[in-house]
């Protein structure tokens, strides 16, 4: 099982934990994990380097305090391991230049950015990703729904070489929980819930201020009408309220809908609010207390790249052998 996640902001959201992380820490118990901060991803779209280097650290404590164990899993931060890079490479020689521009996330982003702004890098960052995962020969890959057609691409490529050079690579599924797939902005309840979304208002961060996450909820679009109701569709507000509520508390939406019946919006969002603070707090804590001791974090990123290339490094080996790469002398 592999999973990976960006350094591109202060703090992982709401989004991320609830379509991803969340996933990632039971996963310890039933698969071997490997769990990556995908830096060489992050710097795609231009980068901070001094911000890098922090926000590499901050994501990794962050994975650490929301439940991943290094006894239990594999974390580490992607540069560390080349065969990342090296396998990208063959990867790319494999993907048609048609097949890489048909991504909708590059042709989203590139959009915004235009042509002449936007980097080869972000063009071949799907195939990157698809290194990324089948180096581990991973078979899940738990993420949210906006990733799907990099997994889709991951397959294509892992049949691709397996039929071109022989059977090499585990062609992964992806392990996406339909409930929490895509948690919304809490402005914009049908955009997906983003570290670009167009206001700072819409974005829930583990890391921000408590009282702060407060007067967000708080002040969440809703929709017309007054009865809590579950309806993607006519009230999506409410109901991406109820999904992080539900996900959060382990409740049901049913029996939510149910306790707030004949209560305002209001009530659930000043609740919800509660519920949300309650649970960051002790994440915050235990982020903060793993980046005090910096060093003692890198020593553990230095654990994980050893214990990820021991994987990575076989299959690289036999990828370059498959292809007829000479091995070196
Ligand atoms: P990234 O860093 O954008 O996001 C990390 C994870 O969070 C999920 N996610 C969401 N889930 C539900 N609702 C949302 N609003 C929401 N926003 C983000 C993402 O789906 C993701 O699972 N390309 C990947 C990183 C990556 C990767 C990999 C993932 C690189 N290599 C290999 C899996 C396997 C990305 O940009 O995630």
Known sequence: MLSGIQPTADSFHLGNYLGA???????????????????????????DPAL???????????????????????????????????????????TGFGEASRMTQFKDKSAKQGADRTSVGLFTYPILQAADILLYQADAVPVGEDQRQHLELTRDLAQRFNTT???????????????????????????KMSKSASTANGLVELLEEPSR???????????????????????????NLLTIYAALTGRTIEELVESYDGKGYGDLKKELAEVVVEFVKPIQERTRAYLDDPSQLDKLLAIGAEKARSVAAPTLASVYDRIGFLAPG
């Open 21 to 47: 992380l969340r996933n990632w820490v039971p996963m310890q118990e039933t698969h071997d994990t490997f769990y990556c901060v995908v830096d060489l991803h992050a710097i795609t779209m231009g980068h």
């Open 52 to 94: 890098l280097r922090k926000r590499t650290r901050v994501s990794a404590a962050q994975l650490l305090a929301v439940g991943l164990d290094p006894e239990r899993c594999t974390l580490f931060v992607q540069s560390h391991v080349p065969e990342h890079s090296q396998l990208a490479w063959v990867m790319n020689c494999l």
């Open 165 to 191: 050079f022989g059977p090499t690579f585990t062609v992964p599924a992806p392990y996406i929980i339909k409930d929490t797939a895509k948690i919304t902005d809490l402005q914009e309840p049908t955009a």
């Open 213 to 239: 996450i407060a007067k967000k909820i708080k002040s969440a679009v809703t929709d017309t009408g007054r009865e809590i109701l579950f309806d993607p569709v006519n009230k999506p507000g409410v109901s």
